[in-house]
């Protein structure tokens, strides 16, 4: 499209607004005759944002204080649409309405004309698998829900550019689930058991927040979603922005979790929330703006497939939790970000290992049964004594100088060692004591 068209503007916009490119291009002076002349035109980075800037346009566009296309949005009438385009002033050819309907019927474009792909879903949605991870998280999960019974789902958004997250962040904070961009689901906390900081905090805005106070972390289980950016070389984007959106298989895999959700803690459809509507902060974007942005529904039209798949049937019951063990290729269990791999045939992983010096093969747990060849120092065998000789090694609540001391010491004795892991503040690594106590560091044992 042209850079400037009549000074109109419109929400929905895919355009940066500042990158053109120039081309001579011809107009008609109203009696046919045609003459040529020079203008900027929009520059996309892809043909996708091109599609999408021309329809929030055609839908958007203000002649005043009315739409300059009033009537198109809805219309089902190919003719009288573009009719309404031309007599909007989109084209200056006299001949644009036949050419047009000339070119539809001529290459019978109405096949593929569809039932609006934003309306409440007809077909079933695909059995999915929760992915858990519950117990690499485990250290994360700041509280027990205790007695509190769970009564909401908050759906949110990552807050990042075109990105996923599977684990809760340090602290505790972030979804019982997670979806990615691609459907994926994983479980990051047992909502039966434990709390995440998810939906609390103080009031943001002047919208939303009619369950503020109502819902909290210890009554609702958190949902947070990957979400994509139109501007994909961001790295960091305005929350009040309206270039975010979700992708229709996150869409798809949120109605079939929270269906199950729902049936399985018996919760009603009118306590099925957006962060928004606890504190007012614009969470989940996609839904707070409900722009309807590519692939984006509302919130209205969520709730509405979900109710439609719930009266269908609901979730597929026959849907599984993953619980085959995964062998991870990491430097140490709490550094997720150094992952090479993960692999269920324990050879894969162990040959990823020996070509990435200083990783280790990590079971399920976190254990680690199998470093590099070249890492330079092999993974003791389990269990084993320890011989401490000071009164006050601290025993941590996890492996590393990052995690929070007990305020208990080992005092001086023999200890049983049952598993070993590297972590920060220890060259020897850390050792769990058989007793539950803790994590000590086995800078200060001496193996028996």
């Not at 998280?137 to 027990?144: A, F, H, I, K």
């Not at 958190?222 to 305005?238: L, P, Q």
């Not at 939790?321 to 992983?349: F, H, I, P």
């Not at 100088?401 to 590297?422: A, H, L, M, N, Q």
């Amino acid at each position: 499209m042209k850079k400037s068209l009549s000074g109109n503007t419109w929400s929905g916009s895919t355009w940066d607004g500042k990158s053109i490119y120039t081309k001579k291009t011809q107009e008609d002076d109203g009696t046919g005759r045609l003459y040529t002349i020079t203008a900027n035109f929009r520059k996309y980075p892809c043909v996708e944002d091109s599609i999408a800037d021309h329809s929030a346009y055609l839908l958007g566009a203000m002649n005043g204080s009315k739409l300059r296309y009033a009537g198109l949005k809805g219309c089902a009438d190919y003719k009288k649409a573009v009719r309404i385009i031309k007599d909007g002033g989109y084209a200056t050819s006299i001949t644009y309405v036949e050419k047009l309907v000339g070119i539809i019927e001529r290459w019978n474009l109405t096949q593929y004309d569809v039932k609006e792909a934003n309306t409440p879903a007809t077909k079933p949605i695909a059995k999915r698998t929760i992915h858990d991870i519950t117990k690499e998280n485990l250290s994360e999960v700041p509280r027990s829900r205790g007695g509190n019974k769970i009564e909401f789902i908050v759906v949110h958004y990552l807050g990042v550019p075109n990105a996923d997250n599977s684990y809760l962040y340090g602290g505790g904070y972030g979804g019982h689930y997670n979806i990615k961009r691609d459907g994926t689901i994983y479980k990051a906390a047992d909502p039966k058991t434990g709390v995440v900081w998810h939906c609390g905090g103080g009031l943001q805005g002047s919208g939303g927040h009619s369950f503020y106070q109502i819902c909290t972390n210890f009554n609702s289980i958190g949902i947070e979603c990957g979400v994509c950016y139109t501007d994909t070389s961001v790295k960091d984007a305005s929350g009040d922005s309206d270039q975010w959106y979700f992708t229709t298989e996150t869409q798809e895999s949120l109605v079939w979790l929270v269906a199950k959700l729902m049936d399985e803690y018996g919760i009603s459809a009118d306590h099925v929330i957006r962060h928004y509507d606890v504190t007012g902060k614009i969470c989940p974007n996609p839904y707070v703006k409900n722009n309807r942005l590519r692939t984006s529904w509302t919130w209205d039209e969520f709730k509405s497939r979900l109710a439609e798949y719930r009266k269908s049937g609901g979730y597929d019951s026959g849907a599984t939790e993953e619980t085959t063990s995964w062998y991870r290729v990491r430097k140490d269990w709490s550094d997720a970000a150094s992952q090479k791999g993960a692999y269920k045939v324990l050879e894969n992983a162990k040959a990823c290992a020996d070509e990435n010096p200083g990783y280790s093969v990590l079971d399920s747990d976190g254990v680690k049964i199998y470093s590099s060849k070249s890492a330079g120092q092999e993974t003791p065998t389990v269990p084993f004594l320890v011989r401490v000789s000071i009164d006050d090694l601290n025993i941590r609540t996890g492996p590393g100088t990052d995690f929070s001391r007990t305020v208990r010491y080992t005092g001086k004795g023999v200890f049983t060692i049952v598993e070993v892991r590297e972590g920060p503040g220890s060259d020897a690594g850390w050792g769990r004591l058989k007793s539950g106590a803790g994590w000590c560091s086995l800078d200060f044992c001496q193996k028996i």
